[in-house]
């Protein structure tokens, strides 16, 4: 890539379907101006190789990278053993199954303690018990994903075991494997008014703490909603208070190899997110691979 140059992907434009990918569905995702996908995989655990293999093939003939294997799988800090093993297997399926896509990252999740949600609100997520739980997972699936050559990307959110800047930060030290990586989404990290009007503390903590291990960064916007009760809504890019300029100008001068993929919309509303985050690329002299 070129200097002050970055790679932008999308999750959308796919069929429900993954096993549906194919060379037009691909022509599609280029023609709309991306060059990568996240491709999700409802069931890792019965998936079929020739069924990725067939997608990798769509992907290679038309230039669209896989930046990131998704799919789901039971919570990796569930309280209950058994599901646990079930969320640790189902997550190393998924790994496999990235490697044949060419995948750039293999997504993680770290779930919660709530049953309704893996990104839900739930007291237990915060202690230190779920934390130990959290490294002990990541230490399985990551020797997996040593084992198959693949990178993970483990997310946060403030209502997530890692609900901190530094807390992200303690799981992949205390992990310890060079295939945990971070998948840095700044919007999950707001959680107060204050930095809901200028999420720029959290951005900087974000990059300061774990840029070096970022590989992709998901691409999305927030605003306070009115009310006496605080609500946080994550919004259309270009329609909330995200300093772009800011992300991207750390983002191309201290993990140009990191994506950036836009996320959460609905496929008509893409265009806009992707015109959006272009007039901000534009504001600070950064451009996207074609």
Request: aromatic share 6%.
């Amino acid at each position: 890539m070129n200097a002050n140059q970055l790679n932008l992907a999308v999750a959308g434009f796919l069929p429900a379907d993954w096993r549906s990918i194919d060379a037009n569905v691909c022509r599609n995702v280029r023609a709309a101006g991306f060059t990568g996908v996240s491709i999700v995989v409802s069931q890792p655990l019965d998936a079929q190789l020739v069924d990725a293999q067939r997608v990798r093939a769509a992907l290679d003939e038309t230039g669209v990278r896989c930046a990131q294997a998704n799919g789901m799988y039971e919570r990796l800090i569930d309280a209950d053993p058994l599901l646990r093993a079930e969320g640790v297997r189902g997550h190393q399926s998924l790994t496999r199954l990235g490697r044949v896509f060419g995948a750039h990252c293999v997504y993680v999740r770290p779930g919660s303690r709530n049953s309704r949600g893996h990104w839900w609100h739930h007291p237990a997520n915060h202690t230190a018990e779920a934390f130990d739980v959290l490294v002990a997972s990541c230490k399985q699936i990551a020797r997996t994903a040593e084992e198959e050559g693949m990178t993970l990307a483990i997310e946060g959110h403030v209502s997530s075991t890692l609900d901190t800047p530094q807390r992200a930060r303690d799981l992949l030290d205390a992990v310890g494997s060079p295939a945990l990586k971070f998948s840095m989404d700044p919007v999950n990290f707001i959680g107060t008014v204050v930095d809901a009007h200028d999420p720029s503390r959290v951005l900087n903590a974000l990059f300061d703490l774990m840029v070096r291990d970022t590989v992709i960064l998901h691409a999305k916007d927030c605003r306070l909603q009115d009310g006496h009760v605080v609500h946080i809504d994550e919004v259309l890019l270009g329609d909330g208070t995200m300093n772009y300029e800011l992300l991207l100008t750390r983002l191309v001068r201290e993990a140009p190899q990191a994506w950036l993929l836009i996320e959460h919309l609905p496929d008509e509303k893409i265009p806009a997110a992707r015109a959006a985050i272009a007039a901000a690329a534009d504001r600070c002299g950064v451009t996207f691979a074609a």
